[in-house]
């Protein structure tokens, strides 16, 4: 056997011959952490939505333990979201990705749970949801960055705490200075 012959062995049979097949496919909803990514993307909007059920806030003026826990949610999803990946890069974008698919829904469910429209000020579903958005990808924002250093750990809790404390922490501390508590 010669050097080419080996070669040609450890290329698959399907390129030589000029069809590539695609490989398969990455959404492989068996695997546990596509179910972590998953509910990591939707903790807050979930959160929001049984709230806003159960017993939406009354005034826009000041924020509720809820407001911060719907941030932290947020926050806490895309740092659960982004520690299933491997690699900086990789981490980072998933846990902004995460955090941005999240906020959107928290704040749709702001607007659909509004009920009447008011005019010259926000209903306190919109500005609640709003201001938990806000907070939340602020918080996914320096979660991104801590996910981006740690990516490379070999141990996912390593690559899940320390994200999810930092941006834990940012979104409830953004949520007062956006909201304060009266």
């Known amino acids: 056997m010669s050097e080419t012959d ?12 000029g069809n590539v097949v695609p490989p398969e496919d990455p959404e492989d909803w068996t695997r546990p952490l596509t179910w972590v990514a998953a509910l990591g993307m939707l903790a807050a909007p979930l959160l929001t939505l049984a709230w806003y059920i159960a017993a939406p806030p009354l005034d826009a003026r000041s924020a509720t333990p ?26 980072g974008t998933a846990t902004l ?8 829904a928290v ?10 429209r008011q005019v010259g000020s926000a209903s306190p579903t919109l500005a ?10 602020a918080g996914a924002g320096l979660a991104a960055i801590v996910a981006a250093v740690v990516a490379r750990l070999r141990s996912r809790w390593l690559r899940l705490l320390p994200p999810l ?18």
Do not use: K
């Open 165 to 182: 404390l930092a941006g834990v922490a940012v979104a409830v501390g953004v949520v007062g200075v956006l909201l304060p508590a009266t």
């Open 66 to 91: 809820l407001t911060a826990g719907v941030a932290g949610a947020l926050a806490a999803g895309a740092a659960a979201t982004g520690a299933t990946q491997i690699g900086g890069v990789r981490a």
């Open 6 to 17: 080996d070669a040609d062995d450890l290329v698959p049979a399907s390129v030589r011959l």
């Open 97 to 104: 990705g995460a955090a941005l698919f999240g906020a959107l």
């Open 128 to 137: 609640h949801a709003f201001v938990a958005a806000v907070a939340g990808v």
């Open 107 to 116: 704040i749709l469910l702001g607007v659909v749970m509004a009920g009447e």
